[in-house]
């Protein structure tokens, strides 16, 4: 029996708007994950003076919802400041596609999140959070909860693969329990520096491969 798609849903997976990579963009985020089914990857332009998002693109990897409310997310966000964009909801994504069937709408939420993630990241990168915190060992873990194990489709924290977490004033040293020569150790070790390189106070990310 065929999910009860609307028809601007539909639409908007077929010729999906701002779809693509931004080079160089002032702050990117990525949430989901291929070996779950879903993963968006959001960049944004943001006007240094206004604050306002100048441009916004995204690449999908999912279902025809997953593509639909990364598109539309990207609409509803072009134009807006950061603080406008951060008001934008899971619900409001659904209302502008004509509803979503309930088993998706984890892709509007996907959608939103990656969004806030990526407002998060811009005002990492140029100070302008408003409760400045200390990096801790649980916002470290946090953010590596991000981070796939591509061996079990899940990500490096729930998969038991982090040994430790060591912060050394602005350093991060991350222990991972796998081989040195693992065929996805490059790319686990890449993707921990990517989400770990916007905390204001790191300046050195460590991370170390050291099977059990």
């Known amino acids: 029996m065929p999910l009860p798609y609307s028809e601007k849903l539909l639409e908007y997976f077929k010729h999906p708007k701002n779809v693509g990579?931004?080079?160089?963009?002032?702050?990117k985020a990525k949430e989901g994950s291929p070996a779950c089914g879903d993963m968006?990857?959001?960049?944004?332009k943001v006007d240094e003076k206004t604050k306002r998002i100048t441009e916004i693109k995204f690449e999908s990897f999912g279902c025809a919802s997953n593509i639909a409310t990364g598109s539309i997310i990207t609409e509803l966000a072009k134009g807006r400041t950061l603080e406008e964009a951060k008001e934008i909801t899971w619900e409001d994504a659904s209302k502008e596609l004509g509803g979503?069937?309930?088993?998706?709408?984890?892709?509007?939420?996907?959608?939103?999140?990656?969004?806030?993630a990526a407002i998060e990241?811009?005002?990492?990168?140029?100070?302008?959070?408003k409760d400045k915190e200390r990096t801790t060992k649980e916002i470290v873990l946090k953010r590596l909860k991000h981070v796939m194990n591509p061996i079990a489709g899940l990500?490096?924290?729930?998969?038991?693969?982090?040994?430790?977490v060591t912060i050394?004033?602005?350093?991060?040293?991350v222990a991972i329990?796998?081989?040195?020569?693992?065929?996805?150790?490059?790319?686990?070790?890449?993707?921990?520096?990517?989400?770990l390189g916007g905390l204001w106070d790191i300046e050195k990310i460590e991370v170390g491969f050291e099977k059990e």
């Not at 069937?101 to 959608?111: D, E, M």
């Not at 990241?121 to 959070?129: S, V």
Request: glycine share 2%.
């Open 21 to 27: 990579k931004i080079e160089n963009p002032d702050a």
């Open 40 to 44: 968006v990857t959001l960049y944004l």
């Open 100 to 116: 979503l069937p309930p088993i998706k709408v984890h892709c509007s939420v996907l959608a939103v999140d990656v969004l806030r």
């Open 121 to 129: 990241d811009y005002e990492e990168k140029h100070g302008l959070m």
């Open 155 to 164: 990500d490096i924290v729930r998969t038991n693969i982090v040994k430790s």
């Open 168 to 173: 050394e004033e602005d350093t991060v040293k």
């Open 177 to 195: 329990a796998l081989e040195r020569d693992h065929q996805f150790a490059s790319n686990i070790k890449e993707e921990v520096i990517e989400r």
